[in-house]
């Protein structure tokens, strides 16, 4: 299971039997490009598409595990991902992607809470 902290732009999944926490900063996404050759929406559509190589599903995995702290080697990865299985692996990688694709907004919890004060303040208004 995946889930989310849209506020920090971290996921957390089960990866080698533990739950993990999964975030893509600039510096590792720059490292992730890099590694792969490919733009973030190409690594995206290769996922969807399940046209994926495997060092791609790794590469994204260990940049998201860089990305929060972790410190891993990317061989210990790489058994990690065929251990859990290259689908599951697959979708964790996914899930780290779409973190990307979040706004600004969508990753700030006082968007939310401002937008209800304001809705609260004209309806006490109009009543």
Avoid: C, W
Avoid at 13 to 19: C, F
Avoid at 28 to 39: C, F, M, P, Q, Y
Avoid at 56 to 79: C, T
Wanted: aromatic share 6%.
């Amino acid at each position: 299971m995946t889930t989310h902290n849209k506020y920090a732009g971290e996921i957390k999944a089960s990866l080698g039997g533990q739950e993990r926490v999964f975030k893509l900063t600039f510096e590792r996404l720059v490292h992730l490009e890099d590694a792969t050759g490919k733009s973030v929406m190409e690594l995206s559509r290769t996922i969807t598409a399940q046209t994926f190589k495997t060092m791609d599903i790794v590469e994204i995995v260990y940049q998201g595990l860089l990305g929060a702290g972790g410190k891993f080697e990317k061989n210990a990865i790489g058994r990690m991902v065929l251990d859990d299985g290259l689908i599951a692996s697959a979708g964790i990688a996914s899930n780290i992607l779409a973190s990307l694709f979040l706004t600004k907004d969508e990753l700030s919890p006082l968007v939310e809470g401002e937008n209800q004060s304001k809705t609260t303040d004209t309806q006490s208004k109009n009543t």
